[in-house]
């Protein structure tokens, strides 16, 4: 008898992990948005209620409905089936556009504060998500900023033909109206100082706001020609620069590189030329970034690597690049070869080679540690910083990334803050937890939408090419219409619709095998996982998906596998099953946040104020 | 949503046949049966044997007769011909099929009441005549179609789900088969495609008449506890005696086993039925003993299951199939023309002269 010991173990879906790396968008949003019941929402005309679901996690739908790195499409099932992701992001913009007002739905503020002050630098989202966290539950929250307003890079470098200052400000207001206590123009220059205030707190969201500098020959000569990105950006939303050269070469291709060249052909470029160093595969702008700047006829180069500025008479006239060729060397690594050189002219250059961050106004003797490369070690998990009350988040923390992983930091070093206040343990972290609900409405009826769709990905309509260019706040997306934003919803899979297994309920009598549409199922003999692999129904493609493999089955020992990688929760197994072993039902997974309980809402806070009337019934 | 249909989208790493289609282009519409019926389970086993079997769905003719067994030709190859005949008359129109068009694969679908009740003296003409077909007995014990009264092969001492109790002998479709001379006859159950599948495909190459009794749970009607026919009940006696595995003519065959522990049978075409862990004293080519051993097993309380018996070609029963005996031409007589099928009133004449 073969041992047992290396069989698998039958899946414990009360661990809420299991159903919820099953939803992959929500899984891979860092905010864990919870992304099928808000399109749900939005398939039913509850946009206000979809924009509230939003709000609870990620704070901020409409900015983020424009401007999202939306990790969560990419791992969208639906690029496994058809190669194209449910539009999850401009579906929360729809959600945003179509709200009613909101703000009698947000948590009311204590009138009585509960005695314990924080103080939070900078007002980009990190800090203002901390804000957002932390006055519903009475704390005083003061907010430095060194800048006129609130926003981060949000406001000073996302340009307003990406993100309207409207969808911004009102945003932001949402959480600066809860009794923030604003101090603009208020750089800190020294940490040392705060913490001698009278502070329980101190949280650092002061971003990675210094552009790295390319020096080579020629960089000084004529530096009013020359440009670091995120500061020209800055300047432009400043009105401090309100032109710019007919020819300009924007160095990087990073989505920052995309908004300068982007900005260079409304401020007056003709000549807008990306320069990259490698080649396509390797740029880091976001596919869609990329797509929307060759749509603006901006000219991207490969293979070009910059070697000097061409200055004469202290007049920037070009720059020289080594035009560089890429093998796959040693472990896979890419090593260039240079085959030539080559000056292309220009009037301007725009360096976008990347960000770091600064902290010249943290003394390094308080107590936070900074490693090698002068980055503060903050832990992981708690958001602290080696000096106990001091946290970190967003940019400032690791470096940049983006808005919802800013977000994020801003919630879990919210739920540290409140525990540092209260004397509890940083570590211990909230549990998460999960209702399940069964969906079955009748013989063949479920709650949800759950015929499979073949539509292709909706397309954002965009304003025409001449016209947007007139200004720089012409908002380019004009979003999904409503025809458009009903039939992207019907493409979701609503992967929350959990297929749930009773085994003791199981005959085995195959219907579902025979009928599931993906061959996700497989009755078979237990193993070792390798082994069972090779015996599923169909092929494993991948295998980082979660399998879900049952106790024995009653009347032969064998066991249920279901692959989880591609199943489109048709509900077929289930209405096929005849003693109900399988039912779909709904994985609600519930977070906790600072002072709340998982799935727990503030005090006036509302997510289905059941305002919107249900357009009609499904079916 | 209700009632939808099984989308199209499929599984992209499905294995292509030969023909370059996947399993799932050899379904049919969707099943309107109760969910968990055994007859659905033999569905997607033909359409596993017919993918594997690289057959092009257009050149298959599918027949059935009446019953929840009948409607299961609509649940699969939906480019195949079909006929829905009336109550147990499937294999006259089978017949005719294949006798119209020697060249398409013919299946026939019936249940447990179509074949040993109102089409009995059908069935036992199909057999005799040997017509080149593969003949699927979905064997339920009940008429589930007409909500469940016993039919002709539920067991004495059985009970019906409302208690009542079944005293007349049961038809066994295997020991008939065998006693009218049937070539090819194997049981199955409808929870182990493992083993139905290969004995389809086997009855399918056969040439002459294939007998497939498939133990087909119906859930609604006969999976209590009492019945015979349950799935757990199959589960608990069922005695899978006879492994056999189709080997295709080009493959080889690449396990050995020890003397007396394997039979093989080469078919008509080279293809080979390699039979495994078959009882020392069992030989499926044995008509009698085979006969034997089956009701020996009934006795002992036990359902055998396998490709029970398998006439080797070259003797009585094999080469003599419907066309053989009747002595037709090797054109199918669909693709004769006018003229041949109806040569005039000269070759009448002439013909009739003959006989005078
Ligand atoms: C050009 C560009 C485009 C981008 N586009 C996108 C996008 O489309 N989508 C996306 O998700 N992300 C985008 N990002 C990234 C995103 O904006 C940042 O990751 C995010 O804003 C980081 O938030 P934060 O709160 O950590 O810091 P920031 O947003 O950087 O906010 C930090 C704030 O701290 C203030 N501050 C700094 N030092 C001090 C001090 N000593 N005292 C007081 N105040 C101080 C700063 O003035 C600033 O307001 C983009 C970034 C750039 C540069
Ligand atoms: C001539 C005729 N007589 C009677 C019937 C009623 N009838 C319909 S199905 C059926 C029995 C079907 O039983 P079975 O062949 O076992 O099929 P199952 O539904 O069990 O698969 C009967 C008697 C009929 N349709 N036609
Ligand atoms: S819901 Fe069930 S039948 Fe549908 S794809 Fe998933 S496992 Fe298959
Ligand atoms: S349909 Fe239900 S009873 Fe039948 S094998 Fe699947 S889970 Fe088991
Ligand atoms: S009544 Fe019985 S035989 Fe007919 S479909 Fe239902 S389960 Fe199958
Ligand atoms: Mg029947």
């Known amino acids: 008898m073969e041992s047992t010991d290396s069989f698998m173990k039958p899946t414990d879906?009360?661990?809420?992990?299991?159903?919820?790396?099953?939803v992959d968008c929500q899984w891979g949003c860092p905010a864990h948005t919870d992304i099928p019941e808000y399109i749900r929402l939005i398939a039913n005309g509850q946009y206000t209620e979809s924009y509230l679901l939003n709000r609870k996690s990620n704070v901020f739908p409409g900015i983020l409905g424009r401007t999202c790195d939306r990790p969560c499409e990419p791992v969208c099932r639906r690029v496994r089936l058809d190669g194209e992701p449910v539009a999850i992001c401009r579906l929360k913009r729809v959600a945003s556009d179509l709200r009613d007002d909101v703000r009698p739905f947000l948590p009311s503020i204590p009138a009585e504060k509960n005695g314990k002050r924080i103080a939070c630098v900078g007002a980009g989202p990190a800090s203002l998500t901390v804000a957002n966290d932390l006055m519903p539950l009475g704390y005083e929250v003061v907010i430095f900023e060194k800048l006129a307003k609130p926003g981060g890079l949000m406001w000073t470098n996302?340009?307003?033909?990406?993100?309207p200052g409207q969808v911004l400000w009102e945003e932001i207001a949402y959480v600066t109206d809860m009794g923030v206590d604003m101090r603009l123009d208020s750089p800190v220059d020294s940490l040392a100082d705060i913490l001698g205030g009278d502070f329980d707190a101190v949280f650092v969201g002061s971003g990675a706001p210094k552009g790295k500098e390319l020096d080579i020959p020629g960089r000084w000569d004529a530096p009013q020609q020359v440009h670091i990105g995120i500061e020209w950006l800055e300047s432009v939303r400043f009105g401090h620069v309100e032109r710019c050269g007919e020819r300009v070469l924007v160095i990087g291709v990073g989505n920052t590189a995309m908004d300068c060249c982007r900005t260079a052909q409304r401020l007056g470029g003709k000549d807008v030329k990306v320069m990259a160093r490698k080649t396509k595969p390797y740029f880091k702008a976001s596919p869609w970034e990329l797509d929307d700047a060759m749509e603006e006829r901006v000219e991207i180069l490969e293979n070009h690597s910059p070697s000097r500025?061409?200055?004469?008479?202290?007049?920037?006239?070009?720059?020289?690049?080594?035009?560089?060729?890429?093998?796959?060397?040693?472990?896979?690594r890419l090593r260039s070869e240079t085959v030539g050189s080559k000056v292309i002219p220009c009037d301007e250059v725009i360096l976008a080679i990347g960000q770091d961050t600064a902290f010249p106004w943290i003394?390094?003797?308080?107590?936070?540690?900074?490693?090698?490369?002068?980055?503060?070690v903050v832990d992981k998990t708690t958001f602290m910083t080696t000096r106990s009350g001091v946290f970190m988040g967003g940019d400032a923390a690791w470096g940049p990334e983006n808005i919802i992983?800013?977000?994020e930091h801003g919630h879990q070093a919210a739920i540290s803050i409140h525990a540092y206040c209260n004397g509890e343990s940083l570590e211990a972290r909230p549990a998460e937890g999960m209702n399940l609900i069964s969906q079955k409405m009748g013989l063949h009826e479920w709650t949800y939408s759950n015929d499979y769709d073949e539509a292709q990905r909706a397309k954002m309509r965009h304003v025409d090419l001449k016209k947007r260019f007139e200004r720089m706040d012409i908002e380019v997306e004009e979003g999904f219409d409503i025809e458009q934003s009903l039939a992207e919803v019907e493409r979701c899979l609503n992967c929350d619709a959990q297929t749930h297994f009773e085994a003791n309920l199981c005959i085995e009598c195959d219907a579902c095998i025979d009928i599931c549409p993906l061959d996700c199922l497989t009755i078979t003999h237990n193993g070792p996982e390798e082994d069972l692999a090779q015996r599923l129904t169909a092929p494993l493609l991948h295998p980082e998906e979660p399998l879900f493999v049952s106790e024995d089955l009653p009347q032969t020992g064998r066991i249920m596998v279901k692959d989880e990688d591609l199943c489109i929760h048709c509900g077929l197994c289930a209405e096929r099953c005849p003693t109900a072993a399988w039912d779909m039902r709904k994985s609600d997974l519930l977070l906790p946040y600072a002072g709340l309980e998982a799935g727990g809402l503030h005090a006036g806070q509302v997510v289905y104020p059941e305002l919107a009337p249900t357009l009609e019934s499904t079916g | 949503m209700t009632h939808i249909a099984k989308p199209r989208v499929r599984h992209p790493g499905l294995a292509t046949n030969r023909l370059g289609l996947t399993r799932r282009d050899y379904e049919g519409g969707m099943s309107t049966l109760c969910a968990g019926c055994g007859h659905d389970s033999i569905t997607a086993a033909i359409v596993q044997a017919f993918w594997e079997m690289d057959i092009e769905p257009h050149k298959v003719v599918k027949t059935s007769g009446i019953g929840c067994s009948g409607k299961t030709p609509a649940y699969f190859l939906k480019e195949a011909h079909g006929f829905n005949a009336v109550h147990g008359r499937m294999p006259s129109i089978t017949t005719g099929a294949h006798a119209a068009n020697r060249e398409l694969v013919c299946i026939g679908v019936s249940g447990d009441g179509d074949s040993l009740s109102i089409g009995m003296g059908q069935f036992a003409h199909v057999v005799r005549r040997n017509v080149d077909m593969l003949y699927v007995l979905e064997n339920n014990g009940v008429y589930g179609l007409t909500k469940g009264q016993f039919s002709a092969s539920a067991d004495r001492g059985s009970k019906a789900k409302r208690g009542q109790?079944?005293?007349e002998h049961p038809i066994d479709p295997v020991l008939l088969a065998l006693s009218l001379g049937a070539g090819f006859v194997a049981r199955s159950f409808s929870g182990d495609k493992e083993q139905l599948v290969p004995i389809l495909k086997a009855g399918l190459r056969h040439r002459g008449f294939a007998l497939v009794d498939v133990i087909s749970p119906c859930v609604t009607f006969n999976d209590h506890h009492g019945s015979t026919k349950s799935y757990e009940y199959t589960r608990d006696h069922v005695n899978a005696l006879v492994h056999a595995d189709f080997v295709p003519p080009a493959e080889e065959i690449e396990t050995t086993y020890e003397a007396g522990d394997a039979r093989t049978v080469v078919m008509h075409d080279g293809s080979r039925i390699q039979f495994r862990k078959v009882p020392a004293d069992y030989d499926p080519r044995d008509r009698d003993r085979v006969y034997a051993y089956v009701r020996e097993r009934q006795r002992a309380g036990e359902v055998a299951t396998g490709l029970l018996h398998l006439e080797p070609p070259g003797r009585p029963g094999s080469e003599t199939d419907f066309h053989g005996i009747?002595?037709?031409?090797?054109?199918?007589?669909?693709?004769?023309?006018?003229e041949e099928l109806c040569p005039g009133a000269t070759t009448l004449e002439e013909i009739q002269r003959a006989f005078r």
Do not use: Q
């Open chain 1, 13 to 22: 879906t009360r661990d809420p992990r299991h159903y919820h790396r099953v």
């Open chain 1, 158 to 163: 996302i340009p307003e033909f990406r993100l």
């Open chain 1, 309 to 332: 500025f061409v200055v004469e008479d202290g007049k920037l006239v070009g720059m020289e690049f080594d035009l560089v060729r890429w093998r796959e060397g040693e472990g896979g």
């Open chain 1, 363 to 376: 003394e390094r003797d308080i107590g936070i540690e900074f490693n090698d490369w002068d980055m503060p």
């Open chain 1, 405 to 407: 992983w800013a977000v």
């Open chain 2, 165 to 167: 109790v079944s005293r």
């Open chain 2, 326 to 338: 009747h002595g037709t031409a090797d054109a199918p007589l669909a693709h004769c023309s006018f």
